[in-house]
């Protein structure tokens, strides 16, 4: 079996300096939008104008490349974002499951029996529960 572990916290986190690098992007194509455009011949003759041509073509192809990879930045952070809350919403659902379970969140009909297992399971009765005081979680991850 395998274990994924992601703290969807810094997912979010990820997600949002994405979202600052795209809003850069986005700037940096707006301000080379005019000047790669169209191009102006520096001179009249007929070589300054070809050179203006294929630079102004230039300009168009990364006008145009420059918009999808904005649009691919832009579906990237929407996919980032969506799967953190994915985990988010996992991760809520098992501690939801976890608490119900032990008899911590619910009708209250349910009974621990002491480290979160319902009384029926724990092989402890009431009597030598008392004794045996606060039980508490190991310290670390799980």
Not at 16 to 41: F, K, N, Q
């Given at each position: 079996?395998?274990?994924?572990?992601?703290?969807?916290?810094?997912?979010?986190?990820?997600?949002?300096?994405?979202?600052?690098?795209?809003?850069?992007?986005?700037?940096?194509?707006?301000?080379?939008?005019?000047?790669?455009?169209?191009?102006?011949?520096?001179?009249?003759?007929?070589?300054?104008?070809?050179?203006?041509?294929?630079?102004?073509?230039f300009g168009?192809?990364?006008?145009g490349i420059?918009?999808q990879a904005?649009?691919?930045?832009?579906?990237?952070?929407?996919?980032?974002?969506?799967?953190?809350?994915?985990?988010?919403?996992?991760?809520?659902?098992?501690?939801?499951?976890?608490?119900?379970?032990?008899?911590?969140?619910?009708?209250?009909?349910?009974?621990?029996?002491?480290?979160?297992?319902?009384?029926?399971?724990?092989?402890?009765?009431?009597?030598?529960?008392?004794?045996?005081?606060?039980?508490?979680?190991?310290?670390?991850?799980?």
């Amino acid at each position: 079996m395998s274990f994924v572990t992601a703290v969807p916290q810094e997912v979010l986190a990820a997600a949002r300096h994405l979202a600052g690098i795209r809003s850069l992007l986005a700037d940096s194509s707006a301000a080379a939008a005019a000047p790669t455009a169209e191009m102006v011949a520096p001179a009249g003759d007929q070589v300054s104008a070809q050179v203006a041509a294929l630079l102004s073509a230039f300009g168009q192809d990364y006008q145009g490349i420059s918009a999808q990879a904005q649009e691919f930045h832009e579906q990237f952070v929407d996919l980032l974002n969506a799967g953190a809350g994915a985990y988010l919403g996992t991760d809520v659902a098992n501690a939801k499951r976890g608490l119900l379970d032990a008899g911590v969140v619910g009708d209250g009909a349910r009974q621990s029996g002491g480290a979160g297992l319902p009384a029926a399971l724990s092989g402890i009765d009431r009597p030598q529960r008392q004794n045996l005081g606060p039980v508490r979680p190991p310290d670390g991850p799980y």
